[in-house]
């Protein structure tokens, strides 16, 4: 890493944190909330009786104490108010209706109109969550979301909450899948599998559904492939230990094979594509470069809330590096931060950056504080679907494939064509019985199935066993009794 | 595979014939349009516009066309073509009748509304492995659907295309029937929307004026090469880079072909003046007011850049969205809403994917064909008994037809797969017809 004299100190950052601990109803020091950020900050309001405003949700009180959920620089925290610390307390929700201008008496509850929700046939917003784990493009794969999705529907979810976690540790590199690989790991190619993946959302539900739902990621993993597949979204949330990238690398691509010209082209038509995603949510494209091309300078800077863009390096202490020329030796990542995920060759993002960028619309480590961001948390009912039922038998079943396809081999080769016509024909027919099998299995899961490995362990590919097959009713045809 | 390669002529001139017979288009629409004063005309609805309808009547030199007044016409009775919907469509009958002005939804194809522009889909590739320029994307299929485009009197076709490029054999062919076929006076509103069009694909597109973008899309990276990444060069890369120069030329997106080249290698820069009336001036350097590609880098549109210097007429996600950015007031989507799919899919369309379906499934047994059919005609060539043989001979010429019409239904094929033009695949047929003639005697 370059630690070039225009990075955030950690003197600016402690400073940073000490204010937002002091003030905490304030809104992001690095971006104002937006108007409907806002608005959902504004539902409860206590007044302390040094006059301290804070808002955020009601979720408890007792005689004594009142507990509040809040959302300070994107992230959400509960904290517990004394009642004898309060001077006021103004809801927005309940059936009581009381002007905060009546002037409540000192820890009364002032109630003011709830605000209107989604409403569909029980006046609730029908929540569908679908977790996507294990490895991007064989664990989190189209069909099961598919069917997932279809679920979703079926039961009337007005949002869908794609819960993104995708497998990102040594496993993937033939390891035991115990030690979590670091961020300069690289897998842009997983882009063409995401683009397998993502017309189900992006294609599919645009005709399919009569009600649109609400698309929402909630990104913990999200690395290689899964980098872009939130990116089709115009709402994404970071959990706080979230990251997004593992698509770094694309500078080097096909290193020392043929000609540069056509390394370029490679380039450049796998960062159209690229880009394309990022335009789908509406995103700036500039940080797909930064999360991709290891030769692309980016930094930018907070103006007026949002963040403006500089294609080159910081040049004040306001601007913040996010990528540097990595494959300038001087600039180049050390082994030591690169293993740590504070290397900025290539821009992995983290929950702050992202929620700078505006690829992150808030950081939240629960489900609750998911739904309270999306203003929903107070009228909701979460469906009881089968989301984690299908994607874990999908999961199971691409856990189980090759040894499934294994054991079909195992059986075939164990079927013998001998002894009288009657029984070559029969064992014929045995054979081609196992063969149809193999291939069912194959094209159960050949979407899932990494090119380069289908069949697993040297088997012969779907097109071979056909061809088995068609020799043996040959062979059939040729035998004589 | 057999080799024995002789000359029949007659037997070769019977292939050709049914080749033709197979490859021809459907006989043309019986349409009747019954007048209000009980007349009725029937024959081929060949154009309506703004109150009137014209229909040809006959063939040949007897043919002559009728202008007729929508207010006079009380039904038209049209021929429909015969679609088969994946699911949930009702069954139509072959003909049916539709009132005039009826409005037109995307589950009722062919109905027209007077002055309504009625708008095609074709795919041009698709993904799962179906978007290979030469091979999936042919002119051969393009021309083929012509006549059941005309039929569904579709004014405008819209080229959705997705596609990571292929054959750059293809190109010239593609490009001339669009300009050729689409575009002449009596073809059609020819239309690009781009989901990915890489390469050989952007290739193709460059000859139509009228592109759009969906929001992914994404258009060029046009670079030649062959095998390991080696690159076209020198004499080479001049013809391919002058062959396009022409084909920008049809498309009118600039004055030189810069942008094209600027796809093609990263010796072109390129950068434009865009005036205050959104006029942009296209410069083969750095010194515009914009820089779109440096030099060393080699040009892939997005959506954004694409519309943001007038490369793109806009960017559309749906079909309401396209409408908008085509400037569409009145329009039919020709074809009928099918499960799977975001656009109706017409009969021309419908051929289109039958194509592609065809050549993918053939792609992927060609080994089976080969193998079957030689081991046949070697378990023929010996077996003493006539009876027995004749069942290897079966087998042997049920391969040959899998062959021949994997052929028949994708020309190149003959030469991706066996390395032959049609004319030698055509005797390379006669001579194994032959062979298993000879092995019956």
Redo the contacts between chains.
Sequence with gaps: MKNTTWLRTPALVISAAVMVVAAPAAASPARPASPRTLAALAEDVIVLKDGTRITGTIIEETDELVTMRIKVAGIAAVTTYARDQIASITRTSGPEEVSASKGPAIGSIARVAPKPTPAPDDGKVRVYVIPLEGVFGRDISQTPMRQAIADARKKGADYLIFKLNNDWSDGLLGGLGETELPDDMEAFDQLFRT??IE?VI???I??EWEKQPRIVFWVRNAMGGGAFLPLISDTIYFHSEGRMGGIGGIAQL?EG?????????????R???A???A??GGYD?RVVDAMARMDYVLSYAMVGGEPVFFERLPEGNHETLLSDNGMLKEYADAMEDRVRGRGNDVLTLKPGVARDLGISKGTVDTLDDLLFELEIHRNYVLIDGRAEDIMKQWRDGMHDYPRNLRRLWIEFEQIAVRGDFNERKKGRGAKMGKLRQIKRLCQKFIEAIDPRQVPPEGYPP???V??MI??FK?QQ??D?K | MSGKMKQFPGLMAGVAMTLAAVLAPAALADDKVVMNDGRVFEGLIVREFEGWVWIKIGSGSLARTELLATADIELILRDEPNLQPEAEAEPRQQSETVAIASSKTPTEPAARTGSAERVAIITLGE??GKDMVGLYMTAHILEEIIPALKKENVDTVVFLINS?GGALLEIQRLSDVIQDKYKAPDGFRTVAWIE?A??AAAMTAHCIEEIYF??????????G?R?????MKDRELEEVVYMMEKVSARGGHDTEGQIMRAMQ??RYPLSCDINENGDVTWYQNEEGQHLVNPE?????????TAAKYGFSGGTAK?LEELEKVMGLTEVEWVGRDTK???YPISRAEEINMRFRDKTYEDE??T??YF??YQ??IQ?AEGEQDKK?RG??VG?ARSQLNAIVSMVRNNPNLALFVMNMTEDQFEQWVDDQRQLLRDLMR
């Design positions: 683009e397998e017309p992006t294609k599919e645009p005709k096909f094979i043929g000609d540069e010209v056509v390394r370029e082209k490679q380039r450049s038509l960062m159209g594509h880009h394309g995603m335009i789908q494209t779907i097109s071979q056909n061809l068609e020799v040959l045809l040729a004589q | 993904s799962g990571g990915s890489i390469s969906m929001p992914e899309g994404n258009y060029g990276a046009c670079t090469y095998g390991p990444l080696i690159a290698h990263f060393g880098r080699i040009l892939t549109f997005d959506s954004r749906t799977g799919f975001f992927q047994r080994r089976e193998t079957i081991a046949a378990l027995r069942k290897f087998k």
